[in-house]
Structures are given as structure tokens and as C-alpha cells.
């Protein structure tokens, strides 16, 4: 069969219908239901707008308690699963071994279809555990247990760190978390989506999700703007360097996005996090000047196509100004993205398989 209409990238192709979540790519806005996500990001914590992704609507003071106590509850990884993650090599990237660790949850609480609020909430729960407590055995520290009376954005640090996070840094972090929970459908929440619509399970659905988000073209640029920044070192240096990349034909990470048009909200949402934290930090101004060449280069360089700082840029910076290292940018960007996944995966349960079509150019048998 000749099809001759085909979107490569499935770029302007609608696949679905949602209530989770508006991407105006014109107008830089993102809404999760009916509300700005910024504003959540500054007025909410991690588990209110989970909740709201999740149900429907932001919770009450007793539904937001009974949220933190389900998600407090269900912290804890199986025996089995640290066990298999010991024996993951040392040189195994975070991503690679979190995509494990979540796999292996995949056990009979995870096996009903369709998948249950009960189900997400643990999984949602036991990811952070998993990134921390990779995390912690390869600084060879004894990962720490979670903390029930600590909410999830403060234990994941506290695992992380281990040691009581200061309230600047949970703030900050909670919004980055919050403006990454959920953006419509990105490479990983379509992946997720897909293998939902075959009515697999949560687990195979999410683990197809962390695969495409270790992509760099996806999750994976945030510590390549770091290694970015340290590569070009000084600001004398910037206009060379980039200018030099672009001429290679090279893409300068943290910038571009499939659906922005404009400045990427969430990029706007954490420079303002990013510039309280950092302050007067001479990486961070380098950062701030990279972004400003950066953007006047590709004008110069892509005229035709309007390329701004994407949320990747900033999420950088505000990890790197509350002491994450690189290696943990995008396993804290899967920690949030997991409650979007799985509010998609649960909207998706009940569709149609999702099952395009190619076209043939090979050759015909005689
Ligand atoms: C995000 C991204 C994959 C979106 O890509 P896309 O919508 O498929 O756009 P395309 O790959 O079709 O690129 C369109 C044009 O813009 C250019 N372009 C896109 N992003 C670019 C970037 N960051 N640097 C330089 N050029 C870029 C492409 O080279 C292409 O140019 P051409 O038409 O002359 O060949 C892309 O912008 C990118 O690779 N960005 C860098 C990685 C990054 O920061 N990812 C995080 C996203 S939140």
C-alpha cells in the first residue's frame, strides 16, 4: 500500500487527547489541567500537583496528608532489588540502572491491567529510593532509609545528600520537580504510551519511558550543558566556541524544542530559581552569558527556524547551584517525570494500540 503522507518525527501529528496538560508552543505557556504550571511550581509542593495530575484537582489538607503518608508508606525498595542493583556494574550509568531497578519491580503488586492509583503511587514512591540508593553505593556511602516524616522532594535530598537538606534547596528542587512532572507528549510519554496501549503493564510502560528519556535529545542534555559551560570555560571564549560548534553543523544543548516557538516557560520559571540560588557565582554568569550568545548565534546561524533556551538550560544551573552532580540530572528529571508517565499511562489504558504506519523503500521481489 502507497502511503505518501508521512510526518517524519510525527512532528504536527495529534495522537491522542488529554486533560493533563496544555504545551502552547507560540505562546510559551504550559497549563496541567487548569492551572499555570509555574504557579504551581511556586505556590505547590511535589505531592499536591501530583495529586492533581493524578485525581483531578488539587487536594484538600486531608487529601494532601493521606497523599504524603501513601507515597511515605511505599519508600522502601525490596531486598531483591537492592540486591540486583549491587550486583549492576560500577561503571554503569544511573539511567541504565535506574531502567533495571524499575523493571524489576515488575513483580505481581505491578502485574494488574489496568494499571490502579495504588500502583502509581508506589512506583512513584520507591524511584527516588532507587536513584539514591545507586546513587549513595557508588559514592560508597550505605544508602540511608527514607524518611516517612520528611515529603518527597526533602527525602529524596536527604538520600541524596545524606543529610538534612537546607529549606532553599527543597524549595528549589520541588519546582524544578513540579515543572517537570508532566509536558504533554514528549519522546518518553509517548514511548509510555505506546506500550500501555497494548495493555502491557505499569512497570514495562515506564521502563519503555526511561529508556527514551536517557536520550540526550530528550532528558539526557542537562549534564551536557554543564560539560558545556566547562568547556568553554571563559566568557572571552564563548562566541568562538559556539560559533565553532555551529559551523561543525553540532547542536548546542539546552537550546530547540520540538513544540516552543518561543522561550521555553519552564526555562523562564527555574532562571529566576536558578538566579536566587546562585547569585553571584562565576559559573552561573558564565551560564547566563553562554545563553546569551548562544541564542544570538543560532539567529545567525538558523534564521528560519526561531530557537530559544529550552528547560534543560536552567534545570542545569539550579541542580548544579543546590550541589547535585551531573550524573543525577536526569535521573531527577525521570523522579518527576514518573508522575506524568503514569498519569498518561492511566488516561491511555483504555485507548485504541497505537500502531503507525511505514513506508516501504526498499526493493520488490522480481
Ligand atoms: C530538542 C530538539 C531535539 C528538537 O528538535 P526538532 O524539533 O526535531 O528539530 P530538528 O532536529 O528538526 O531541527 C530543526 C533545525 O534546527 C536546528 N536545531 C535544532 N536544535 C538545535 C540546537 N540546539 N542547536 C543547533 N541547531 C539546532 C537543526 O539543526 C535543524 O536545522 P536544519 O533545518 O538547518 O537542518 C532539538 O532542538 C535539539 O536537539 N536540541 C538540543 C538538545 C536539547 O537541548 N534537548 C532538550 C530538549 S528539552
Known sequence: MENNLISLGLENVVVAQTDLSLVDGQNGLLVYRNHWASDLALNHTFEEVAHLLWYGHLPNAEEAKALHDKLAAQRELPAFVKAALDAIPADTDMMSALRTGVSLLGTEDFAAWPPTLEQVIALTAK?????????????????????ADLGHTANYLYMLKGQEPQAAHVRALDAYLILTQEHGLNASTFAGRVVASTRSDLISSVTAAIGALKGPLHGGAPSEVTEMIEAIGTKENAEPWLRAKLEAGERLMGFGHR???????????????????????????????????????????????????NVEFYAAAVMRAIGLPDELFTPSFAVSRTVGWCAHILEAAQGKIIRPQSTYTGIMPE
Open 127 to 147: 524511584v527516588p529510593t532507587l536513584v539514591a540508593y545507586r546513587y549513595a553505593r557508588l559514592e560508597g556511602r550505605e544508602p540511608l532509609a527514607p524518611r
Open 259 to 309: 513544540v516552543y516557538r518561543t522561550y521555553d516557560p519552564r526555562a523562564k520559571a527555574l532562571s529566576t530559581i536558578a538566579t536566587g540560588l546562585a547569585g553571584d557565582d562565576p559559573w552561573f554568569a558564565l551560564a547566563v552569558h553562554v545563553e546569551e550568545v548562544g541564542l544570538r548565534l543560532l539567529k545567525e546561524f538558523k534564521p528560519n527556524r526561531p530557537l530559544n533556551t
